[in-house]
């Protein structure tokens, strides 16, 4: 005669029952959701490559998709959109180097650096660095963001990019689509939206902690643009172009996002 179970004994058995339900539908969704999850990635992996051209190295779809997400980013972007700043005190005393491509020394002379800026039917616009240091300038003390992972907070200070548009005339320029600039030796250059160029925060620096930048960091005039990532903040300005259509950019051209908005 088989034993009768007590109440506490069913409970207990009601409940085992239900772990085991639950964890037989955690377990199913987890394999349904790896197995989707491979898929995806096989049938992304299978995908045939982009077309290459101002992107590359990337599959179809999902630059597709990164491109579709710029548009809607733009589309959002606002000046009100500003990044988070700190106290001088808060900055790292040792500003972490995070590439060298386009920092040659070959041919190249600090003391005799121009930037040059092509205005419109191709005239150049030369200026020096002491001309810009001349100018009104703006400090900023963020938390800088690398691509790889990586975020530090730095202290640079130069001038407002917005400002140096304004100061040399360059106000058509500026209802342009983009903004392109380059190292001198052209191994490194970037492709800007204008809006992003013309965030108040965006500066053409010249000083990282009260100091003129060293040449690691890209003295003598460099790049911060806080609402990109750290492949935006292009060292060492050589030139700087206007298009209404997408400039080139190195990493873009190597598979990353273009916009590389944060």
């Known amino acids: 005669m088989a034993k009768k179970l007590s109440s506490a004994q069913l409970q207990e058995l009601a ?23 491979f898929g995806g990635w096989k049938w992304l992996y299978n995908s045939p490559q982009e077309t290459a051209g101002i992107t590359a190295g990337t599959r179809q779809p999902l630059r597709r998709a990164l491109n579709k997400t710029e548009l809607f980013f733009r589309r959002i972007f606002s000046n009100d959109h ?39 039917n191709g005239h150049v616009l030369k200026i020096g660095i002491e001309e810009i240091r001349a100018l009104p300038k703006t400090e900023i003390v963020y938390d800088f963001k690398c691509v790889e992972g ?18 040399y005339g360059l106000q058509e320029r500026a209802e342009m689509e983009y903004v392109g600039m380059e190292t001198p030796d052209g191994a490194y ?48 300005i050589g030139t700087i172009n206007f298009s209404n259509q997408r400039p080139r950019d190195y990493w873009a051209e190597q598979g990353y996002d273009y916009y590389s908005g944060l």
């Open 15 to 37: 409940i085992e029952k239900k772990i085991k339900r639950r964890n037989f539908i955690s377990f199913s969704a987890f394999f349904i959701g790896a197995g989707a999850a």
């Open 82 to 120: 500003v990044v988070k700043t700190y106290p001088k005190e808060r900055a790292a005393k040792v500003v972490r180097v995070n590439s060298d491509i386009g920092m040659s020394t070959d041919n190249f002379n600090a003391a005799s650096w121009q930037l040059s800026v092509v205005k419109k």
């Open 150 to 167: 990586w975020d530090q907070i730095q202290h640079w200070a130069g001038l407002r990019f917005v400002d140096f548009m304004a100061h």
């Open 189 to 236: 250059y970037v492709g800007l939206d204008m809006e992003s160029a013309l965030h108040p925060q965006t500066l053409l620096a010249y000083e990282m902690n009260d100091q003129p930048i060293a040449e690691v960091h890209g003295a003598p005039l460099r790049l911060i643009i806080p609402v990109k990532y750290g492949i935006k903040n292009l060292k060492r």
